[in-house]
């Protein structure tokens, strides 16, 4: 059974940066896009941003240009460095293995004004 395991929130400075990391089990990684989402209290999840297998990446308008997703299929990895943090991107982050649904337990990523 796949399982996804995230890290790296934490606590920032606006304009402060952080690299979250999710690494996954089991062998179906490699074939299927990955993406990073976030839950902010009282709102819906929404996509951040999204890798396919072949490496084309997308991102929400909010995010283009700060955040960076990136993977490493030999370690089963998946990242996403973000730059220039705002108060708005304060929310629980989490890893998406696309091809079966499954997510990750979150991290938390909370930036101060």
């Known amino acids: 059974q796949v399982q996804l395991v995230e890290s790296g929130g934490g606590l920032v400075q606006t304009g402060g940066s952080l690299r979250l990391s999710c690494a996954a089990s089991?062998?179906?990684?490699?074939?299927?896009?990955m993406g990073w989402y976030r839950q902010a209290p009282g709102k819906q999840r929404e996509l951040v941003a999204r890798?396919?297998?072949?490496?084309?990446?997308n991102y929400a308008d909010s995010v283009k240009g700060r955040f960076t997703i990136s993977r490493d299929n030999a370690e089963n990895t998946v990242y996403l460095q973000m730059n220039s943090l705002r108060p708005e991107d304060t929310a629980v982050y989490y890893c998406?293995?696309?091809?079966?649904?499954?997510w990750g337990q979150g991290t938390q990523v909370t930036v101060s004004s």
């Open positions: 998406n293995l696309e091809l079966y649904g499954i």
């Open positions: 089991g062998r179906i990684f490699s074939i299927s896009a």
């Open positions: 890798i396919s297998n072949t490496g084309r990446t």
